[in-house]
């Protein structure tokens, strides 16, 4: 992207985050669909043949297939990471122009037969998406962890039906006692 004299500084470089953050997030894309997908020729077919947004949804399904009663968290965990992807198309593909104030920068699809429904984004937002984006890069690798330690698991349904606190991702992690708070004890 060549530097646009009508952006600001402070827009360039959140523009640039949204970049470099998006590549992360295909990059763990391609290495989950390759990594769970057996044998390793059709999983590389796949990698270099089918899209990003249907290597999406493999990983969704294979994870929803493995790991039964955790389906609304890894339907919320994709529906972000669709937002994501939409939001950096916006940020990236479209076209932009300088908003009606000097923090707010106007992105116009310009596409022919589209609807043309501008964005004006200011360069906390466009920084925001890229954390977003970064964080959805994140749980997508926690979840496969997750994935990993559940199919290793099968033969040993006991140790399935209460994952350690540890194989869990983050957000489904219950929060630990606070050392500088003692339980209290129940009579």
Known sequence: ???????????????ANVAVRAAQLDHVIDGLAYFMVRPEPVSKYLVRTIGTDRLLEIIRLALISELS??????????GRVTACRTNRNHILHWLSEGGAKDDIVRFTDMRRGR????KDLT???????????????????????FYNWHTTLHDRPDL????????????????????????????
């Open 69 to 78: 009663g955790y389906e609304t968290q890894i339907a919320e965990l994709f």
């Open 160 to 187: 399935l039906a209460r994952p350690p606190r540890w194989a869990l991702p983050r957000k489904l992690r219950r929060p630990k006692a606070s050392p500088l708070k003692p339980r209290r004890r129940r009579p």
């Open 115 to 118: 609807d043309r429904k501008p």
């Open 123 to 145: 360069a906390k937002e466009i920084q925001m998406v890229a954390d977003a984006t970064f964080e959805c890069a994140d749980e997508l690798l926690e979840w496969w962890n």
């Open 1 to 15: 992207m060549s530097k646009q004299r009508h952006l600001p500084d402070e827009h360039h470089f959140a523009i």
